[in-house]
Each structure stands twice: as structure tokens, then as C-alpha cells.
């Protein structure tokens, strides 16, 4: 049914060409490995009319996904809905403003969902048997269950200071979590050295070329849902700076294929002040990123202080002619209180920092009113309540004087 | 002698072994130690300018070095040395 598309595992800094296998690392520079395509093929096979009599899920565009064979793991994943935003857009003084709302992405509520799809429809093709992951959050709650329901053992490596709902909606699928001594760089350190060692397939790790080409169909979702057309400006969370940097390649491949009509895109990334590399080094006009060494903010699935993709992340936004902020913890709150407010979608502290970001960029007057602008909610609110102030309802009798009182002659 | 983890990558140079022993003040000077003793290795650590490479951490007792003093970093005898291939985490 899929005849393979890719060509080899490239990397990216000197092109040598390496086997479909996993491997993550060029041998010549330690450059990343990237997944190579025939886009020739791709274009004879994949079209918008063929996209469109497939079921809406993110698959549609598998010819532009990395698997030499159907993919067998989180088969009704993606497609989210992509919704107008007309009551925040009035609030931040935007007339033709979306969210792609990955909040309620399909199993584990999270953009992740994509990628592990990917990742372990990959580790089922190379015959893995187990799967591992580092992380503080979405991405362990995702690996775990798609580990269920494919039959693969899990591994989990988290830092020793997460917080028990997050350790508990991992367990809860059945797999092995072993907390670590140290920040999440600490832990994704081992977990290259363990790379090495256990013939595990590391999802963000030696799986990592195919894991983060899942990221691309958020990308193509939004072109195709804004009507084949690609939008003035989209801002992306940044952690590692990989969703940005794959949204940018969803726009560049489906320019390429002719699939959408283009509008020079803007890539804007988004960070917390207290883990802001990628926008510092954004502000310095350099693809040099200076880490971070203890981060420090509510925005815990974006703490990577050491990103790895910071470089492409960086020279992808400057090229694009966007820009990249990084906002507070304070902001980051108030944000996901007017996302809630306004459209009703309770977003973690990531989406907050979106939120955030946008306004921000919109009031240093570089998004204009009427431009189509794309803003980019990852994860769901229910993950990360501790962010917020719990603040007690008042309580009263079951008689309606009570209420009356309650609510006084305003509403009499 | 410092202890030097090295990564899969590059113990075709190294014959196989995990973990080598080198000598040097510094880590510039224990990666020149490295590579008298496996010719090849300095060029896939570091670049034509002498750098280390952009997608190389390199770790002194678990402390990136770019948090220290980059390859003047000093190194003790006790001292573990970490070669780890810049990945990116599992978020966004």
C-alpha cells in the first residue's frame, strides 16, 4: 500500500548519507540526522485530492511521513480542530486570528501524540521491543500509551522533582518510570549514554530523525484547514525548538508541491524569560545559542536549556522575517486565563506562553489586524492545574434569597 | 589520567572502548592527548578553527563545559569526561 518515499537518514550539516536505521548522529561531524525524501515520488503519488478522500486524521499526508511501511501505532491521531478566534482576536486587536488546538490532540491531549505515532510505528518497523523515552510530561504520558496498545515495553525517565499527577498519568498506562537524580538536561544526558548501551528504541533519541518529522503535520493541518493556504504569521512554543523548525518544512513542502497558495509565513517562537535561549539568541541576530543552566519557570515543558535545534529554530525564524520573544511567569497565567475566557480552551502553561508571546508581538506592532495569524496551543491545562490559583467559590444554602443576596440588586 | 566516556560514534577510533584514559591540564589539552593516541578523533570533536563542534557537549564530572571555561576548562585526575552528542529533548 506505501511504497517508501525516503530515500536515506541525511544529516544535515555535511549531507552524507546514512541507512534507515537507528541512528541519529552523523559519525564524519555529529551533525543531526534528518529523514531524506524522493519528492518526486511524493508528488506523483500525494495530492490535495487525494488528501481529501482520506479519514482526517494525521496520516493523510503519510507519503510525506518517514515509514517504509504502513503505519501501525496511533492510527487516529492528529487532525485537530483548527478555530477562529474571533473573541481574543478582539481582545489583542486581531481581526483574522486561528488556534490549532493540539489541547485536545487524541490519546494523551498533546501535540506529542504526532510524533509518537511516528516514533513508534518506526520502533515496530526496525523490531524494537522496547521503547524509552526522557521527559517531563507529555511526551511520557504519550510514550506510555502508545506503548499499551502497541504491545511494547516502556521505559520512562523523568527528573526526581515532578510533581505526583504528572508520574501518575505515565504509570497509569503501565510503564516503567525511573526518576533521576537532576534537571531534565541531566536526564536526557543519560539517556544518550543509555542509547548506547540497551537496544532500546529511544523515541527522542537514536529514534529521534523520524520521531520529529510527526511534528510536520501540525503544519500541513493548518494550511489545509485555512483552506489550502498558508497564513502571514504563526508563533510556536519553543523548547528544544523542533515544532517550529518542522512547521517551517510543512510550509516549505507543501509550497514546493504546489498545494497552497503562499504568503511569505513569518515564524514567531515563543519561550518563558526564565528559559529564553532560543528568543536570546533570536534578539542577538545570532544561530548561536548561549544555554541555559537552571531554568526557572511555570513553563515546565519548555525548560530544555540546552536546545538542540535552537541553531535551525533560530536561523529559521530570522529567515522568515519573524521574531522571537520571551515572557514571564505572570504573563504566562494571564494568558491562559484569556485563552480560557475568550474561546474556552484551557491550555498548560506552554499555550500560555503562546498567548503571551502573541500579545506581545502584536502590541510591538509587527502583526497588523487583518493578517491571517496562526497561533499554536500544544498541551491541555489539566496537566499543569499547579500553575494556577486555586480560588474557593462562595458557598451557599439551597434557597434562592441566598443566591439573591449573593449576587445583590444588580440583578434584581 | 582523567577518565573519557566515548560515544558510539566514535569508538571505531578508539578500537571499541568505552572508556579511555588521557592525560592534560585542560581539556584542550586532554582532547590533544586523545588524539596522539587515536589519530582522527580531535577532527570529529572539533572543527577546522579548533572549536569544539556545534552539535558536540562535552561534560567535565557531569558540568557542561560551556558552563566552565570551554576547552580551557581545567581537569583533575579524579575527573570523569563526557563526549555526548547534542540531542534535543522531548519537548517542542
Given at each position: 500500500?506505501?511504497n517508501?518515499?525516503?530515500?536515506?537518514?541525511?544529516?544535515?550539516?555535511?549531507?552524507r548519507?546514512?541507512?534507515?536505521?537507528?541512528?541519529?548522529?552523523?559519525?564524519?561531524?555529529?551533525?543531526?540526522?534528518?529523514v531524506?525524501?524522493?519528492?518526486?515520488?511524493?508528488?506523483?503519488?500525494?495530492?490535495?485530492?487525494?488528501?481529501?478522500?482520506?479519514?482526517?486524521?494525521m496520516?493523510?499526508?503519510?507519503?510525506?511521513?518517514?515509514?517504509?511501511?504502513?503505519?501501525?501505532?496511533?492510527?487516529?491521531?492528529?487532525?485537530?480542530?483548527?478555530?477562529?478566534?474571533?473573541?481574543?482576536?478582539?481582545?489583542?486587536?486581531?481581526?483574522?486570528?486561528?488556534?490549532?488546538?493540539?489541547?485536545?490532540c487524541h490519546?494523551?491531549?498533546?501535540?506529542?501524540?504526532?510524533?509518537?505515532?511516528?516514533?513508534?510505528?518506526?520502533?515496530?518497523?526496525?523490531?524494537?521491543?522496547?521503547?524509552?523515552?526522557?521527559?517531563?510530561?507529555?511526551?511520557?504520558?504519550?510514550?506510555s500509551?502508545?506503548?499499551?496498545?502497541?504491545?511494547?515495553?516502556?521505559?520512562?525517565?523523568?527528573?526526581?522533582?515532578?510533581e505526583?499527577?504528572?508520574?501518575?498519568a505515565?504509570?497509569?498506562?503501565g510503564?516503567?518510570?525511573?526518576?533521576?537524580?537532576?534537571?531534565?538536561?541531566?536526564?536526557?544526558?543519560?539517556?544518550a549514554?543509555?542509547?548506547?548501551?540497551?537496544?532500546?528504541?529511544?523515541?527522542?533519541?537514536?529514534?529521534?530523525?523520524?520521531?520529529?518529522?510527526?511534528?510536520?503535520?501540525?503544519?500541513?493541518?493548518?494550511?489545509?484547514?485555512?483552506?489550502?493556504?498558508?497564513?502571514?504569521?504563526?508563533?510556536?512554543?519553543?523548547?528544544?525548538?523542533?515544532?517550529?523548525?518542522?512547521?517551517?518544512?510543512?510550509?516549505?513542502?507543501?509550497?514546493?508541491?504546489?498545494?497552497?497558495?503562499?504568503?511569505?509565513?513569518?515564524?514567531?517562537g515563543?519561550?518563558?524569560?526564565?528559559?529564553?535561549?532560543?528568543?536570546?539568541?533570536?534578539?542577538?541576530?545570532?544561530?548561536?545559542?548561549?544555554?541555559?543552566?537552571?531554568?526557572?519557570?511555570?513553563?515546565?515543558?519548555?525548560?530544555?536549556?540546552?536546545?538542540?535545534?535552537g541553531?535551525?529554530?533560530?536561523?529559521?525564524?530570522?529567515?522568515?522575517?519573524?521574531?522571537?520573544?520571551?515572557?514571564?511567569?505572570?504573563?504566562?497565567?494571564?494568558?491562559?486565563?484569556?485563552?480560557?475566557?475568550?474561546?474556552?480552551?484551557?491550555?498548560?502553561?506552554?499555550?500560555?506562553?503562546?498567548?503571551?508571546?502573541?500579545?506581545?508581538?502584536?502590541?510591538e506592532?509587527?502583526?497588523?489586524?487583518?493578517?491571517?495569524?496562526?497561533?499554536?496551543?500544544?498541551?491541555?491545562?489539566?496537566?499543569?492545574?499547579?500553575?494556577?490559583?486555586?480560588?474557593?467559590?462562595?458557598?451557599?444554602?439551597?434557597?434562592?434569597?441566598?443566591?439573591?443576596?449573593?449576587?445583590?440588586?444588580a440583578?434584581? | 589520567?582523567?577518565?573519557?566516556?566515548?560515544?558510539?560514534?566514535?569508538?571505531?577510533?578508539?578500537?571499541?572502548?568505552?572508556?579511555?584514559?588521557?592525560?592534560?591540564?585542560?581539556?584542550?589539552?586532554?582532547?590533544?592527548?586523545?588524539?596522539?593516541?587515536?589519530p582522527?578523533?580531535?577532527?570529529?570533536?572539533?572543527?577546522?578553527?579548533?572549536?569544539?563542534?556545534?552539535?558536540?557537549?562535552?561534560?567535565?564530572s557531569?558540568?557542561?563545559?560551556r558552563?566552565?571555561?570551554?576547552?580551557?576548562?581545567?581537569?583533575?585526575?579524579?575527573?570523569?569526561?563526557?563526549?555526548v552528542?547534542?540531542?534535543?529533548?522531548?519537548?517542542?
Amino acid at each position: 500500500m506505501l511504497n517508501s518515499m525516503v530515500q536515506a537518514l541525511r544529516c544535515r550539516e555535511c549531507g552524507r548519507d546514512y541507512p534507515k536505521e537507528a541512528l541519529h548522529v552523523c559519525e564524519d561531524c555529529f551533525g543531526p540526522l534528518e529523514v531524506a525524501y524522493d519528492y518526486e515520488a511524493v508528488a506523483a503519488r500525494l495530492t490535495r485530492a487525494a488528501i481529501a478522500t482520506r479519514p482526517p486524521t494525521m496520516w493523510r499526508y503519510r507519503e510525506l511521513l518517514p515509514l517504509d511501511a504502513p503505519p501501525t501505532v496511533g492510527l487516529d491521531n492528529g487532525f485537530t480542530p483548527l478555530v477562529r478566534a474571533d473573541r481574543l482576536g478582539q481582545r489583542l486587536g486581531l481581526r483574522a486570528l486561528y488556534i490549532k488546538n493540539d489541547s485536545v490532540c487524541h490519546p494523551t491531549w498533546s501535540f506529542k501524540d504526532r510524533v509518537v505515532a511516528v516514533a513508534l510505528s518506526k520502533a515496530r518497523e526496525l523490531g524494537f521491543e522496547t521503547v524509552a523515552c526522557a521527559s517531563t510530561g507529555n511526551l511520557a504520558n504519550s510514550v506510555s500509551a502508545h506503548a499499551a496498545t502497541a504491545g511494547l515495553g516502556a521505559f520512562v525517565f523523568i527528573p526526581d522533582d515532578l510533581e505526583a499527577g504528572k508520574v501518575l498519568a505515565t504509570q497509569i498506562y503501565g510503564a516503567r518510570v525511573v526518576a533521576v537524580r537532576g534537571s531534565y538536561d541531566d536526564v536526557n544526558r543519560l539517556c544518550a549514554e543509555l542509547t548506547d548501551r540497551y537496544r532500546w528504541g529511544f523515541v527522542n533519541v537514536n529514534l529521534r530523525p523520524y520521531y520529529a518529522e510527526g511534528s510536520k503535520t501540525y503544519g500541513y493541518e493548518i494550511q489545509e484547514q485555512l483552506g489550502w493556504r498558508q497564513p502571514a504569521h504563526i508563533v510556536v512554543p519553543m523548547a528544544s525548538g523542533s515544532l517550529l523548525t518542522k512547521i517551517g518544512k510543512s510550509l516549505d513542502e507543501f509550497r514546493q508541491l504546489g498545494f497552497v497558495t503562499t504568503s511569505p509565513t513569518r515564524l514567531h517562537g515563543a519561550q518563558a524569560a526564565g528559559c529564553g535561549p532560543i528568543a536570546e539568541a533570536v534578539a542577538r541576530d545570532s544561530e548561536d545559542i548561549r544555554p541555559v543552566k537552571k531554568p526557572q519557570t511555570i513553563a515546565k515543558s519548555l525548560a530544555i536549556g540546552n536546545p538542540a535545534d535552537g541553531f535551525y529554530a533560530s536561523r529559521a525564524i530570522r529567515a522568515s522575517g519573524g521574531t522571537a520573544v520571551a515572557v514571564s511567569d505572570a504573563e504566562i497565567v494571564e494568558a491562559m486565563k484569556l485563552l480560557g475566557e475568550c474561546e474556552g480552551i484551557f491550555t498548560e502553561t506552554a499555550g500560555g506562553v503562546t498567548i503571551a508571546a502573541l500579545r506581545r508581538i502584536v502590541a510591538e506592532g509587527r502583526i497588523q489586524a487583518d493578517e491571517l495569524t496562526v497561533a499554536c496551543i500544544t498541551g491541555n491545562g489539566l496537566k499543569t492545574q499547579e500553575a494556577l490559583q486555586f480560588t474557593a467559590p462562595p458557598v451557599i444554602s439551597p434557597h434562592a434569597h441566598e443566591l439573591a443576596a449573593l449576587l445583590g440588586p444588580a440583578y434584581e | 589520567m582523567a577518565t573519557v566516556r566515548i560515544p558510539t560514534s566514535l569508538r571505531k577510533l578508539t578500537q571499541g572502548k568505552e572508556e579511555v584514559q588521557a592525560s592534560g591540564a585542560t581539556i584542550g589539552e586532554v582532547i590533544a592527548s586523545l588524539e596522539s593516541s587515536y589519530p582522527g578523533i580531535r577532527a570529529r570533536i572539533c572543527d577546522e578553527s579548533g572549536a569544539l563542534r556545534r552539535f558536540v557537549n562535552l561534560f567535565v564530572s557531569a558540568e557542561d563545559i560551556r558552563f566552565l571555561k570551554n576547552l580551557e576548562t581545567p581537569v583533575q585526575e579524579s575527573d570523569e569526561i563526557s563526549i555526548v552528542p547534542a540531542i534535543a529533548g522531548g519537548q517542542c
